[in-house]
């Protein structure tokens, strides 16, 4: 390693923690490996009331992270970040409709996991308590192909808010909108998506024989792997701050 590397990693390393929401995600759980793999000290989040609570706390420790366990409230997610100061939160949380019918089919209420009150509503949550932190962390978020104004679907509409909100909070952020995100490990096995994404992907290498190279590169899909490698390297790259990175540039960054 030359000494403007070592440098580098150095200035990482003083910036602090990376926190990250949404660990136990299928890409969470891969930002959580690359961040420890790169040296640098990571709290993982799981929620309190996870029923894997002490599969993934056991998993976590294993890598040697911290693991932080604030519930989904303001108060207690703002002393979290006052007490940890991190200089990276990576926002990586999202909610399917086949959770909202889990919810549902055992009597809940399924708008606690609807897009609204995950994509946008923890988002913003943990926006405001980063903001309080006083270490003005970068903050990434993982948002979704897409994503515009104009959308109409709520899956969308939660994070184009969500996107907006970010922007205008002040905080240093970097933004990622990945197209489908495949491979192996999902604990929730969405054979729809995962169909589609190998029906999609067909579709575009053809296209991409035809001339469509640039729809390929735009929409074809990527791997948690992969992601996880370009949300790192982004975040601690000063460059990317206060930038949007699209799918084909997600696929090529790590």
Do not use: C
Not at 125 to 149: D, Q
Not at 236 to 251: C, H, N, W
């Amino acid at each position: 390693m030359s000494d403007q590397q070592k440098s580098r990693e150095e200035r990482v390393r003083s910036k602090g923690l990376a926190f990250v929401a949404g660990a136990t995600g299928f890409t969470g759980r891969e930002v959580v490996r690359v961040l420890v793999e790169r040296g640098i000290p990571t709290a993982a989040h799981v929620r309190p009331d996870s029923p894997r609570f002490a599969e993934w706390t056991e998993r976590f420790r294993k890598l040697g992270t911290e693991v932080d366990t604030t519930a989904w409230e303001d108060a207690a997610m703002a002393e979290t970040m006052l007490r940890l100061k991190p200089g990276y939160v990576f926002a990586l949380l999202g909610t399917t409709r086949a959770r909202m019918k889990d919810v549902s089919r055992v009597g809940g209420d399924p708008k606690t996991q609807s897009y609204e009150a995950v994509d946008y509503g923890l988002t913003a949550l943990l926006i405001r308590a980063a903001k309080s932190s006083g270490s003005s962390p970068r903050f990434v978020y993982l948002s979704a192909s897409g994503v515009k104004s104009k959308a109409r679907l709520p899956y969308y509409i939660a994070r184009f808010k969500a996107e907006e909100l970010l922007i205008s909070s002040g905080l240093e952020y970097t933004i990622a909108r990945p197209s489908i995100i495949a491979g192996p490990g999902r604990d929730d096995k969405r054979p729809l998506e995962r169909t589609g994404a190998v029906v999609i992907d067909g579709l575009l290498s053809l296209a991409a024989l035809l001339g469509g190279r640039k729809l390929k590169a735009s929409y074809g899909s990527t791997t948690n792997t992969i992601l996880a490698e370009a949300l790192v390297r982004l975040a601690l790259d000063p460059g990317a701050a206060r930038q949007i990175f699209e799918s084909e540039y997600l696929r090529t960054a790590s």
